[in-house]
Each structure stands twice: as structure tokens, then as C-alpha cells.
């Protein structure tokens, strides 16, 4: 049986060259960044070339790139670094965002600040004009994600930043989902802070970085030695740094066939899934991923689709998050208003330009089938 690997929002597989450049740096290089001697130095030059390459995915220079361990702890920075410097105030949040966003936000809510939730579309998307609206002397930042994991929708971020800053707001955006997979100009989105994560990207896991607009000085998350210039402190994982590069350079010379390539695989599947009886596809209008399918079959919870799809090969994922053997509609098909019993059988397809059109073809044939042995119970 082939094995098809179709789950490439929760994480990617290394790109070309990421583990070759990484190696060294897990066995001869092994000097600390900081120390002086040529070992140190070796790292520390190796560190200020990824550095460059991410900055150069995003237009940004490289002293505003601050490594982190990934998208989690870059979120976490923000709100953290919220804390310290108000004691109360609004947070403008936009309700379909990752946990990563959403927990630390609550968290602020214990401590004195008050979270307002944008409305978004039936399609995901934030309500500009009611955003607008929301928006007061007493708002101290506005974080809307630039990409939706689940069901790919983009964000008007752009034109949000450009309200905040009339309003001198600060703004962040969970960039996790979209760098590498669609072009990201950190400059021209206005925003003054965001998140990074390697592994999203073809890069290692437990990488990332947060990108400081230079207008600001955020204050630290994790403090001690002073590593990444007094921003996150902790001895730098170079090996794991240097493939985030290598993965930044490679998307950023890409992403042209990897647009066009994905685009293709995803509006194959749309168009097979569409014929199907009783078949959701969430968020099909909006500007989305190029990667994404986010869909439900009528009759099936997604762990039991799952399931049915891995038994034929096909690793793919659901929308709903399970705790405790309890599984409960998504956040974010909640937020769009879509029915708890739709929202609890969502599953997401995620390609890479790994993925082919066979693999596509005989994914479609999998879902048919589950969607005609449900239609053939229904009918006995």
C-alpha cells in the first residue's frame, strides 16, 4: 500500500539541504555562539547567515529577527511583553486564532485586561468595519493570525495594521501558517510584530523567531544570559537555526512553483469532493492557502473518517480538538457560525509540493467511497 502524507499545516518533512547544512552543527561545530574562540565563532557566523535568510523571506533586516523556539513561544512573547508594560487594557483579538494566541490572551484576562472578539464571516474572515468600531484609547493591541490553520482563510491584516496605526495601536500577526507558503512582506503589512515557525516551512522543529518592527523594544520573554541581543536569553540552538535558514532560503526561491503546484492539487480535490453527496467545504470562497481543504462529510465525525482515510493510507487530519476522550466542535467553524453537528466531522487536507496528483486522485476515490458506503446505510 503507498502511504500518502497529507498533513503538511501540522508539519512539513525537511526541504532540500536543510539536514546537510544542519550536521556539522550537530557534530564537529559544537562551540557555543557566545564563546570567543574559533568554535564559538563558527557558530555565531553560521547564526548570522540564517538570520539574513530569514530575514530576507519576510523584507525585514536581520536585527529584528529574534530566534525563539517556534511559533508558541514567539506568541507568548507578545502577550508577556504586554503585561509588562501595562496593567490593564483591551486586547482586539480574532476568535478563529491557534490556542497559541488564545491561551496566553486569556491568561491576560487575570491580570487585569479585558479580550474583545472581532466577528468574522461565515467564510472565517475578519469584519473590518467592526473591528474598526471596536477599537479605543484603551486598546493596547490588536493580534489577528495571517493565515487560518484550519480552514486556510487570509486575513485583511494589511488593512487592519493601517487602522492601528492611525490609532498609534500596536499590531500582531501569527504569521506561522502563511510564510513559506504564500509571499510575506512584513513592511508592507504594517504590523509591528510576528510570528514565525521553521517547521511549518520545510525547516526543523522547535525553531522559530519573532519579528520586532524597529519603531519598538519588546520586552524580553525568557531572561538570563542576554543571548539574541537582550531578547530571548538561553544558549542559541545553532544547528536548528542554521536549517531555519537553509528552509527560509529555499521557500523564498520557490514559492512560485509551490504556489501554482499546491493551488492545483487543492482545486483538484475541490472539484472531486464537490460531486459527492452531502459534502461541506468550509470556507470555499474566501482568498485561502493554496495548500488547504478543510471539509466535512455528512454522516462521518471526523475521527471516524480519519480513520477510514489512514486505513487506506492517507495521513490527513480533523478540525475539532479532543481532551479527555471528548471531542468538541472547532473553535473556528464556531466562530463562522457552522452547526456543532457539520463542525464536529471537519477534516483537513494540507499538501506540499511533495504531494502529486495521483496522490489527489486516489484520495478522492478514498472520500467517494466512504461518502457512497454512508449513502448505501441511509438507503437500506
Not at 46 to 72: C, H, K, W, Y
Not at 227 to 238: F, K, Y
Not at 248 to 256: G, V
Request: proline share 4%; net charge negative; aromatic share 6%.
Amino acid at each position: 500500500m503507498a502511504f500518502s502524507y497529507l498533513d503538511h499545516n501540522a508539519g512539513t518533512g525537511l526541504s532540500e539541504g536543510v539536514l546537510d547544512a544542519m550536521m556539522p552543527y550537530l557534530r564537529q561545530q559544537q562551540g557555543n555562539p557566545s564563546s570567543s574562540h574559533r568554535f564559538g565563532r563558527f557558530g555565531k557566523s553560521a547564526m548570522d547567515t540564517a538570520r539574513q535568510q530569514v530575514a530576507d523571506l519576510v523584507n525585514v533586516e536581520p536585527a529584528q529577527v529574534i530566534f525563539t523556539s517556534g511559533g508558541t513561544e514567539s506568541n507568548n512573547q507578545v502577550f508577556a511583553g504586554l503585561r509588562e508594560q501595562f496593567s490593564d487594557g483591551e486586547l482586539l483579538i480574532n476568535p478563529t486564532e491557534h490556542p497559541a494566541v488564545l491561551e496566553p490572551v486569556y491568561r491576560l484576562q487575570k491580570h487585569g485586561f479585558t479580550v474583545l472578539k472581532m466577528p468574522v464571516s461565515d467564510q472565517g474572515v475578519v469584519a473590518v468595519e467592526a473591528a474598526q468600531t471596536m477599537m479605543s484609547p484603551q486598546t493596547r493591541l490588536v493580534s489577528v493570525m495571517l493565515a487560518n490553520n484550519e480552514t486556510g482563510s487570509l486575513q485583511p491584516v494589511a488593512t487592519l495594521a493601517a487602522l492601528c496605526k492611525q490609532r498609534q495601536i500596536p499590531m500582531h500577526t501569527d504569521a506561522v501558517q502563511a510564510v513559506g507558503k504564500i509571499p510575506v512582506d512584513f513592511r508592507q503589512l504594517g504590523v509591528q510584530l510576528m510570528s514565525l515557525s521553521a517547521h511549518k516551512m520545510g525547516g526543523p522543529k522547535g525553531i522559530g523567531a519573532l519579528i520586532v518592527d524597529k519603531s519598538i523594544d519588546w520586552p524580553a520573554f525568557i531572561l538570563g544570559g542576554g543571548q539574541e541581543d537582550d531578547h530571548r536569553s538561553g544558549t542559541e540552538n545553532v544547528a536548528a537555526i542554521v536549517g531555519f535558514g537553509v528552509a527560509a532560503d529555499h521557500a523564498r526561491q520557490t514559492l512560485e512553483h509551490y504556489d501554482k503546484h499546491c493551488r492545483e492539487l487543492r482545486d483538484t480535490l475541490e472539484q472531486r469532493l464537490k460531486v459527492l453527496p452531502g459534502v461541506t467545504i468550509f470556507a470555499e470562497h474566501a482568498e485561502r492557502l493554496p495548500n488547504t481543504v478543510f471539509f466535512a462529510l455528512q454522516g462521518y465525525d471526523s475521527d471516524s473518517l480519519l480513520m477510514a482515510l489512514d486505513r487506506q493510507g492517507f495521513s490527513v487530519s480533523s478540525g475539532s480538538a479532543c481532551g479527555t476522550g471528548q471531542q468538541t466542535p472547532s473553535h473556528v467553524l464556531t466562530a463562522m457560525g457552522i452547526d456543532d453537528l457539520t463542525a464536529l466531522g471537519a477534516v483537513r487536507v494540507s499538501v506540499s509540493a511533495d504531494n502529486t496528483i495521483d496522490e489527489i486522485e486516489r484520495l478522492a476515490e478514498a472520500i467517494a467511497k466512504e461518502a457512497n458506503r454512508f449513502s448505501h446505510l441511509m438507503n437500506r
